[in-house]
Each structure stands twice: as C-alpha cells, then as structure tokens.
C-alpha cells in the first residue's frame, strides 16, 4: 500500500515527489511506501490548520461531536480492513489489533467527542468583590507527534482530544507503522471532513516531526515516543515557552507479594510481560518476586511462557514479529549485555525463525532472565521488547527502593490480598499510574501519563482537554 499525506482535506505524495520504502516486520520485507516528507509539506499543513481554525474553533459543539462521531463509526464499519492493516504494518498478532488497537481507537475518538461537550468551566465566587469565572479557549494549531507500537490507538489519543477541543491539527505517525493513520485520513476525504481542520503528514522524525515543534505557528505539542526525543522536543518547546505534553518511556516494576493467588497472577503476568511482544509502555519488564514463592513462581512462569506459540500475527499466535529489523538488532544486544552483567536465561534469549512465509521476520523468543543486580544497565533502561527479569525481595522498604531505582515513572502493578498493604505500596512507588491486583485496566476518564523522566503533564479525561485549550480568568466586580 503507498501512503499518502493529507493536507487541506487532499490525499497527496510530498512535495519533492520523494518516498520512504514500508516494511511488513513480519517477513522482513518492504510492502509499500510512504511519503518522504519535509518542511516544505509541513508549511503547507500548518498553513491549510490555520485557515480551518476560525470555523471549527466556532462550529456549535453538537456539530464537532457529529463530525468527529462520522470518523469513529467509518472505522468501526472498516474495522476488519484496519485490524489487517494494524496486524501487517506492526508486527502484532491479528487478535491483538481486533482486541485492542481498533476497538480502543474508536473507543477515543468518541470519548472525546463526547467530553468536549461535558467539559465544565470553573466559577470562583470572592466574598464580598465578585465572581471569577474560568473561560477555556482553544489553542489554534497543535502538533500530535505518535510512535510505532500502538499506531492508530496513539494517533487518535492525541489528535481526538485536540480536535474536540476545537483546534486544528497537523500531526506526524511514526514512519515506521503509517498505515492505519493512512486509512483514517481516506475516511475523512471519503466524509468530506472540514478542510484543513487534521492534516496528516508522514516522513522522518528529524525532517518532519522536528519542524512541526520548532514552528512558531505550532501552539503546542503532544507527544508519545522514546524520552531521548522527549528531550529534544522539551528542549525546542521550552525554548519558545509552548505547551508540551510528553508521554516517554518507562521501566515498569510489576512486584508480587507472598499472599496471592499465584495463578491469576501468572496470568496477568504472561500479558503485562509479553503482549504486543513486550513493546507497550506500559509493561511491566521488572518483576520483583518475595522470596517465598520466588522458586514457585519462576518455575510455573517459565512453563507457562514456553506453551507461547510464535510466529504469522495473520495466524492463531500469541507472539509475532518485533516492529523492525534495527528494533530486533536493539533487543538481542540487551539480551547479550544481560549474559555480561551475570544474568541467566531462564527461557527464550533467541531470534525466533518461523517456516514458510515469515522465516525473514523479526521474531524473538519471549525471554525471561534472573540473577541481575537491580541498578544494572539491563534492570534500568528501557528494552521495549519481550524481555523481563525475575528479581526477589524479603520486603516492603526493599522492593520500594528498588522499584523507585530507575529514571522513570510510568506504571507499577502491585499483587496483593492485604488492602492496607496495597494502598501504602501504591503510595510510595514513584509512578504516574499505579495498578493494584492488576495490569492495563484502562478507564479514559483517568489521568494517564508518567513522573520523571517517563514524561511531563497528564493526558486522558478532562486533563487532555485542559492541555488541549488554555484558561482565561474573567473576574466580575459586584
Ligand atoms: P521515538 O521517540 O523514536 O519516535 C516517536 C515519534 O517521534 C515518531 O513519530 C518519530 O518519527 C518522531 N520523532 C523522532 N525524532 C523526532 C524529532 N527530532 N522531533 C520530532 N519528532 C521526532 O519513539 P518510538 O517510535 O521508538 O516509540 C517507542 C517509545 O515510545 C518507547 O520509548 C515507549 O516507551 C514510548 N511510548 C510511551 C508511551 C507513554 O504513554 N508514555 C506509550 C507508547 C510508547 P520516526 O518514526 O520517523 O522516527
């Protein structure tokens, strides 16, 4: 499939006719292209958002919601069409993308369509003087930067938001995984969505997703990516004092008491370790075991994850390809810097070759690797592949301190039946999203975001509708 941008309502190739080649990571080989975009394309994006602001800005909120509610219910329609496209272009098994992705990408778009119009503004009442009241206007154009692992369900994370807010859009999917994106912008030309209001341009990070920050046009910038990019972004946004919202990494503690019930939390444990092949922000890729079941849940653990088929994500597997060839050369070296740092494997540790079809796909064997220092290199920076350590514990103060020993904050599962326990663990552990006796519940209405350098501001509910407009106190003398 060749990808197109979408500018000014029109599906178009770059300007300088260039094109970027598309893999399909599950046999390793290019399936499409996409354009090679520069700041050329994104001067014609910014310019097409500007002129859209003043009507949809102003257009009634029951009208924004109908549009917004047309995109949501065309995927819906298209839905098998966008789980195939999700499941070839990533990487991720066709039940993943029909389980979540799609459905989770629709689920957004309405969401937000719906609390654009829920929206409260605040009323402060001072004795004696008067009222305040808190007007929430719109920004103008903002730039929505998303990364490969969850195409469409990140792309529409933040362009949702953004639009119910009333500004226009000109935002950048990974270049790694365009496609969905792609489809979501032919509905719109399909629909007729108003001109200019999103536009679509794809390319390089560098060429441009840079060029969207650093535009003075640009009133703000909401990105999900690696925190090395987040720097840089933070870095230009700070510099013309824009509004930024940064959703990075994270090295996910996910820590099991000696009072559970081994088996719900294995289960929980086989998908916040390994679903859409450990490539989800959210996993939990340091597992912190009390020692007195450490020998149990390690021996069931690995059983458990050797039954996972690999392989064909078009076919019944619970694993499938890494996003690309560089991602999976990035994994294996952690894995051997594991073997260096005195880890073992306990299970997996390999490049997984499928026959037929896929046999030059970027498949890895879900691993699962003990005996590491906690402050290693391995324990605290971010693999975002199928790789966790098993590490033990004896208590509370121990495992806090662990856990809390990265640079990130992101998310934290905390397995056990003692309440109390449970309430002062998620209280101590330094993480934006703390998820007791569980993993990726998710309910939209949530702040959803990471401390230190896991990213800065919160996105989801209402908090994404306040980075997306900006306050105005009026004060009214009696
Ligand atoms: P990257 O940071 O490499 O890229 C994210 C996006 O930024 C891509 O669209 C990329 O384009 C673009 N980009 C790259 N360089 C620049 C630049 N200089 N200026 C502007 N944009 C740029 O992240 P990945 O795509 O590799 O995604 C994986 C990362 O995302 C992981 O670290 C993961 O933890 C994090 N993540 C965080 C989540 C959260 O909510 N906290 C959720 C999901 C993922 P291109 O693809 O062309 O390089």
Redesign the pocket.
């Known amino acids: 499939m060749n990808v197109l941008n979408y500018i000014n309502g029109t599906l178009r190739p770059a300007v300088s006719g260039k094109a970027i080649d598309n893999y399909n990571p599950s046999i390793g080989a290019v399936y499409g292209t996409l354009p090679d975009s520069d700041s050329e394309d994104v001067q014609l994006a910014i310019e097409a958002a500007e002129a859209a602001f003043e009507s949809w800005s102003k257009m009634p909120m029951e009208t924004r919601f109908d549009w917004l509610m047309k995109i949501a219910n065309e995927i819906e329609l298209q839905k098998e069409e966008f789980i195939l496209a999700e499941s070839i272009d990533n990487g991720k098994p066709t039940w993943l993308a029909s389980m979540s992705d799609i459905p989770r990408a629709v689920s957004n778009i309405k969401f937000f369509a719906a609390a654009q119009m829920n929206f409260p503004s605040e009323s402060h009442h001072t004795p004696g003087q008067g009222i305040n009241y808190t007007l929430r206007k719109p920004l103008g154009v903002v730039g929505c930067?998303?990364?490969?692992?969850?195409p469409l369900y990140?792309f529409t994370w933040k362009i949702a938001p953004a639009l119910a807010a009333g500004n226009t859009v000109v935002a950048?999917?990974?270049?790694?995984t365009p496609v969905t994106a792609f489809l979501l912008t032919k509905i719109c030309e399909k629909i007729n969505f108003p001109k200019g209001v999103l536009n679509v341009v794809h390319g390089?990070?560098?060429k441009v997703?840079?060029p969207?920050?650093e535009s003075k046009r640009i009133k703000a910038v909401a990105?999900?990516?690696?925190?090395q990019?987040g720097r840089?972004?933070n870095k230009v946004c700070a510099e013309q004092f824009k509004k930024v919202s940064l959703?990075?990494?994270?090295k996910n503690p996910n820590i099991i008491f000696d009072d559970v019930n081994i088996d719900e939390v294995i289960e929980t444990t086989v998908k916040s370790s390994f679903n859409n092949q450990g490539q989800i922000?959210l996993c939990g890729s340091r597992i912190f075991i009390h020692k007195n079941i450490y020998e149990t849940f390690k021996v069931r653990f690995v059983e458990r994850i050797q039954k996972l088929q690999i392989g064909d994500p078009l076919t019944d597997v619970n694993i499938g390809a890494v996003v690309s060839a560089s991602h999976l050369e990035k994994i294996l070296g952690y894995i051997e810097l594991a073997k260096q740092e005195g880890g073992t494997i306990l299970t997996g540790g390999k490049r997984f070759v499928p026959e037929g079809r896929c046999e030059s796909g970027y498949f890895i064997e879900p691993t699962i690797i003990e005996g590491l220092d906690y402050q290693c290199r391995v324990n605290q920076e971010?693999i975002?592949g199928p790789v966790v350590t098993l590490t033990p514990f004896e208590t509370e103060e121990e495992v806090i301190m662990m856990a809390n020993s990265t640079l990130f904050g992101?998310a934290c599962s905390i397995w056990t039946k003692d309440i109390e326990r449970g309430h002062r663990m998620a209280e101590a552990i330094e993480s934006g999203i703390i998820w007791v006796n569980s993993w990726m519940v998710r309910d939209l209405r949530t702040p959803f975001g990471?401390m230190k350098e896991?990213?800065i501001g919160r996105e989801g509910g209402f908090e994404a509708m306040r980075f997306f407009t900006e306050p105005k106190n009026v004060f009214v003398k009696y």
């Open positions: 930067i998303s990364p490969w692992n969850l990140l950048k999917p990974s270049e790694i390089l990070g560098p997703g840079q969207i920050v990105f999900t990516g690696g925190t990019t840089i972004i959703e990075l990494g994270g922000c971010e975002f992101l990471g896991s990213g």
